[in-house]
């Protein structure tokens, strides 16, 4: 599977509930070592829009992005049903549904990325 097969796929809670479609995948790089050079990346969570896939300008994921405060907080109002979902808690693809083995009441919101560097 691609990462682009992801992109853009609905995503079900775990009562068939649509929570929205992934919009973007967050990588971490601490994979077996590939040919004595670097780590190979694995999947670590999705980011899951509830209304449209849109653009992420980053202002969504939390305080530490800086920026116009307008443009900030029109970012914001947009996403604030953006939610991330640790790979942990994906139960199955199928076929272009991506059903999660959670309810939609609890998924994280985006901006606890930023909460995780942090503690």
């Given at each position: 599977m691609r990462l682009s097969d992801l992109l853009g796929s609905p995503v079900r809670d775990s009562s068939g509930e649509v929570v929205g479609q992934v919009a973007d995948v967050r990588l971490v790089q601490d994979g077996p070592l590939l040919r004595q050079v670097q780590h190979a990346f694995r999947v670590a969570g999705l980011i899951v829009v509830a209304r449209h896939t849109g653009r992420l300008f980053g202002y969504e994921r939390g305080p530490?992005?800086?920026?116009?405060?307008?443009?900030?907080?029109?970012?914001?109002?947009?996403?604030?049903?953006?939610?991330?979902?640790?790979?942990?808690?994906?139960?199955?693809?199928?076929?272009?549904?991506?059903?999660?083995?959670?309810?939609?009441?609890?998924?994280?919101?985006?901006?606890?990325?930023y909460a995780e560097r942090t503690s």
């Open positions: 530490a992005i800086k920026g116009p405060w307008l443009v900030r907080a029109v970012v914001r109002a947009l996403h604030r049903h953006t939610r991330y979902v640790p790979w942990e808690q994906v139960d199955r693809i199928d076929g272009a549904d991506i059903l999660l083995r959670v309810p939609k009441r609890d998924l994280a919101h985006v901006s606890d990325l």
